[in-house]
Structures are given as structure tokens and as C-alpha cells.
């Protein structure tokens, strides 16, 4: 897929906030019954609650246990949903703008039993939706996906991975993920992908 929008992108530095991780992860786990392509997210969103009343509603509501972890990413389970006999597991990293402070993404992947494979990207409420979320890897535009839909404490975009990304993502060293707050200037926050091999492994 080729980006469908090219304007300045801004990088963004970056620092690791592992606390982050549980609880978004937790959310992702939460919405597994969306992985279907028909949903579609128009609503617009602002920031309400502040981030740590709405970090702490999600760890009363959601669950998770980090199992292991493998570079910079995390393998996070959950116990298995009603009727079904094996755990939910996920391989997750989190990551927060240094100088934007209520900039961050959570990056989400799980496979499925079918085989099937989705890459979920929790982005701050407040981003801009029709642009969607942009990727690249290594400076290769990957492409883009647009975000389905919006609660009180994130918008998330969804895309199925195919196996030429899923190459792409094991032997690369940085994805880029791009976001917009405005139309003039996206911000690039890069995602390492040590370990991510490893972790799609143990995964399988």
C-alpha cells in the first residue's frame, strides 16, 4: 500500500513507559471480538479524564500478566475467554513522545488461531482521524490504515498483516508510525522491532 498523504512529518523522541504496557494491552485483549474490517471509527474524541484516572479504570476492568520478553517487546496473556481453552496472548510495546507528553502509542499484535494476524495502534485521544495512521520501516513507506474507532481513553487503527509485512517487521530495526493532531504536520514516533522475531516465535 502506498501512503495516501505526504505531508511533514516530524520525528519524535521517544521514552520507554513499560507501566503503560499492561493496561493497554489489556484493552487490546478486551476487543478481540472487533477484528472484522467492516467497523469504521468517524466519531471525534477529546481528552477528558486525566491519564491516570483513565490508566487506572482500565487495570480495575481489564486483566493481563506479562508471560516474557523479547527485546523490546513484551509477550502479555490473558486468560482464555468463555468456552475457549487457550490463553489470549499478545506481543506489545508502548511508547510516549519525551517532549509531547500526551503523545503516545501502544502497538498491539496477536495471531489468531485461524492464522490470521492484526497489528492493532492505540493512539491519544484527541488525534487527527481522517488521515489515519502512516507506517514505515526502515524508511520504507509501508502504508496506511484508518482508525475504526474512538472510547474515552484511545482511538485505534487495525490492519491484517500480511506475510511480506510480517518480513519486513522481523528483519527491520525501526517502524515509524505517524500520527496527525493537526493537517499541517504528522509526528513520526519510531517503534523498535528488536525482538519482535523472537517474540512472533513464541507467539506461534
Not at 100 to 127: C, D, E, H
Request: aromatic share 8%; hydrophobic share 45%.
Amino acid at each position: 500500500m502506498a501512503l495516501l498523504f505526504r505531508r511533514q512529518v516530524r520525528p519524535a523522541r521517544r521514552v520507554w513507559q513499560r507501566k503503560l504496557i499492561i493496561l493497554c494491552t489489556a484493552l487490546g485483549l478486551a476487543l478481540t471480538g472487533l477484528v472484522g474490517t467492516g467497523l469504521s471509527g468517524s466519531e471525534s474524541a477529546r481528552a477528558g479524564a486525566a491519564p491516570d484516572a483513565k490508566q487506572a479504570a482500565l487495570q480495575q476492568q481489564f486483566g493481563g500478566e506479562v508471560k516474557g520478553q523479547y527485546g523490546d517487546w513484551q509477550y502479555v496473556c490473558k486468560p482464555p475467554p468463555p468456552g475457549a481453552k487457550n490463553e489470549v496472548c499478545a506481543l506489545v510495546q508502548s511508547v510516549t513522545a519525551e517532549d509531547r507528553k500526551n503523545v503516545g502509542l501502544t502497538i498491539y499484535f496477536q495471531k489468531f488461531s485461524n492464522g490470521t494476524k492484526v497489528l492493532r495502534v492505540f493512539a491519544p485521544v484527541g488525534v487527527l482521524l481522517p488521515p489515519g495512521i502512516g507506517l514505515k520501516v526502515d524508511g520504507v513507506d509501508i502504508g496506511h490504515a484508518p482508525f475504526l474507532r474512538c472510547h474515552t481513553f484511545a482511538c485505534y487503527a487495525q490492519v491484517t498483516v500480511d506475510d511480506k509485512l510480517i518480513a519486513q517487521l522481523k528483519s527491520g530495526k525501526t517502524a515509524i508510525f505517524i500520527i496527525f493532531q493537526s493537517e499541517e504536520a504528522g509526528i513520526g514516533i519510531p517503534i523498535s522491532l528488536a525482538g519482535f522475531g523472537d517474540g512472533l516465535t513464541a507467539l506461534n
